[in-house]
């Protein structure tokens, strides 16, 4: 049986979800909700509704794709979960911390499953990356060396939303690198950083440098911005996304432990041979990458949720960690100092 789908949100993400959802044997997309957007229902030839708990009501759905705006995330999931209705919700999971408490409750009473949309976890690299790292192969990790630095066309910031709180870099893009760095290293102990808006003068920042220290002793970076002419981001490295331009030589993570290195995406391991120590060359080799696409395996992952065949690999509690990750790195730049998790 196919799984009956909604969406609600018709916009950029909206649309990719509809072609993941096409493509998808298993599911069907039965009704769009969008108040301000018709043409993919119209498309589409799905019924189309302007306000999403009317199609709750009034489409039998077996599940929910949200990717309507930030602010909006816990209030429509929440409708979701009274009804009865598993989520795949965009990220970020919310705006802050605060309000996404309720959907984690709410999800832990309901035993309706919300399943975050970081579908970075979902990219064969990033298992590839992780099965390295937890082999053991590069050791103690030391450093972690995140970048996310690109250029959005400025047409991006034609949509009010963009500009204003509720997005900015740390909430729209580096809340990505950071759930990949503690899915990957490990939880994430304390915070420091700096933000700019000076590159484009809107509300919301362009541009952040983030220091991180893991729980289990490892120290990171993050740099990120959205506003300079570069080839060091996950969207451009990865090649996961054809609508970006591909520069899959260049690397966004730089991960080091005290036996090797591991450079992503492209899954090259640096390590001694007999002799150890910067008078002697590293060896490289590079790991093969596995085949499927990210957003086309955290939907083939829903579905299973949806049939109750697995729990979401980030559900509204693991997500809300990583949203604290962003909370802390605006406390931390407003406020000038370390931010310690718990
Ligand atoms: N996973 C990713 O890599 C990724 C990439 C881009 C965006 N996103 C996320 O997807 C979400 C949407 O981003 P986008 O770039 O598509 O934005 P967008 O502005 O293109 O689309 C948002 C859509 O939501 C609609 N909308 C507004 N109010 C609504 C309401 N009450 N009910 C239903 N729809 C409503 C708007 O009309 C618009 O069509 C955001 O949360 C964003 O963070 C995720």
Same mark, same amino acid.
């Given at each position: 049986m196919t799984v009956r789908i909604a969406l609600i949100g018709a916009g950029v993400m909206g649309r990719q979800h509809a072609t993941y959802l096409e493509r998808n044997? /298993?599911?069907?997309?039965?009704a769009i909700s969008d108040p301000f957007n018709t043409s993919l229902a119209e498309e589409l030839g799905v019924p189309t509704f302007a306000d999403h708990r009317a199609m709750l009501e009034q489409v039998a759905v077996d599940g929910v794709i949200i990717a309507n705006p930030n602010d909006l995330h816990v209030s429509t999931a929440l409708d979701c979960l009274r009804a009865g209705r598993p989520v795949l919700l965009e990220k970020p999971v919310g705006t802050h911390v605060e309000e996404v408490r309720a959907l984690v409750v709410a999800e832990a009473e309901s035993g309706v499953p919300v399943l975050v949309g970081h579908h970075r976890r979902h990219n064969p690299i990033t298992a590839k990356a992780k099965a390295i790292i937890d082999s053991g192969r590069?050791?103690?990790?030391t450093t972690f060396t995140g970048l996310w630095q690109s250029q959005k066309d400025?047409?991006?910031? /034609?949509?009010?939303w963009h500009r204003r709180q509720g997005a900015g870099i740390l909430l729209i893009n580096l809340v990505h690198d950071l759930d990949l760095m503690r899915y990957l290293c490990g939880e994430i102990s304390a915070v420091q950083a700096i933000t700019s808006t000076a590159a484009r003068g809107h509300e919301v920042e362009d541009t952040a440098a983030l220091l991180l220290q893991f729980s289990n002793g490892a120290l990171g970076t993050l740099t990120g911005s959205d506003a300079c002419a570069a080839p060091w981001s996950w969207e451009q490295s990865s090649s996961e996304n054809p609508a970006f331009a591909q520069?899959?030589?260049?690397?966004?993570y730089l991960i080091a432990g005290t036996l090797g290195a591991l450079s992503i995406p492209q899954l090259q391991v640096w390590t001694y041979g007999e002799q150890k120590g910067w008078h002697h060359p590293l060896q490289q080799s590079a790991e093969a990458k596995a085949e499927g696409t990210a957003l086309g395996n955290q939907l083939a992952h829903f579905v299973q949720v949806i049939r109750g065949e697995a729990r979401p690999v980030i559900d509204a509690a693991d997500a809300m960690r990583t949203l604290a990750l962003v909370e802390a790195a605006r406390t931390a730049a407003s406020e000038g100092r370390r931010v310690n998790l718990p």
């Open positions: 044997p /298993d599911t069907e997309l039965v590069l050791g103690r990790i400025d047409a991006y910031f /034609d949509v009010a520069q899959p030589e260049q690397p966004c």
